[in-house]
């Protein structure tokens, strides 16, 4: 059983920076590979980034590429996402995802535990 927590949200002005963490219960936590994911009012759940469990390798959903950085620290069983030069359509709950094993890492049905989200409102 893993427990997840986000924290970090909060109002931001376009081109500003946040820096999201997501603290992990548990002594299993370097198995996992972890994922953030965003949804927006009356939209679905989209995958933002993820890093794998082993040698932390990323990836990214194009639409932030470039602008945010996802990163782990094992020891602190804590997974971050740092976003820079944020864009209103950035906007929404941020939600911090684990799963086990391989597959689809950007398919949210494939997450095993999630965080209760925080709120990333950028202001225009």
């Known amino acids: 059983q893993v427990q997840l927590v986000e924290s970090g949200g909060g109002l931001v002005q376009a081109g500003g920076s946040l820096r999201l963490s997501c603290a992990a219960s548990?002594?299993?936590?370097?198995?996992?590979?972890m994922g953030w994911f965003r949804q927006a009012p009356g939209k679905e759940r989209e995958f933002v980034a993820a890093?794998?469990?082993?040698?932390?390798?990323?990836y990214y959903a194009d639409s932030v590429k470039g602008r945010f950085s996802i990163s782990r620290d094992n020891f602190k069983n804590t997974v971050y996402l740092q976003m820079n030069s944020l864009k209103p359509e950035d906007t929404a709950v941020y939600y911090c995802?684990?799963?086990?094993?391989?597959?689809?890492?950007?398919?949210?049905?494939?997450?095993?535990?999630w965080g209760q989200g925080t709120q990333v409102t950028v202001s225009s």
């Open positions: 548990g002594r299993t936590f370097s198995t996992y590979v």
């Open positions: 995802g684990a799963r086990l094993g391989v597959g689809s890492i950007m398919n949210s049905d494939e997450y095993k535990y």
């Open positions: 890093i794998s469990s082993s040698i932390g390798i990323t």
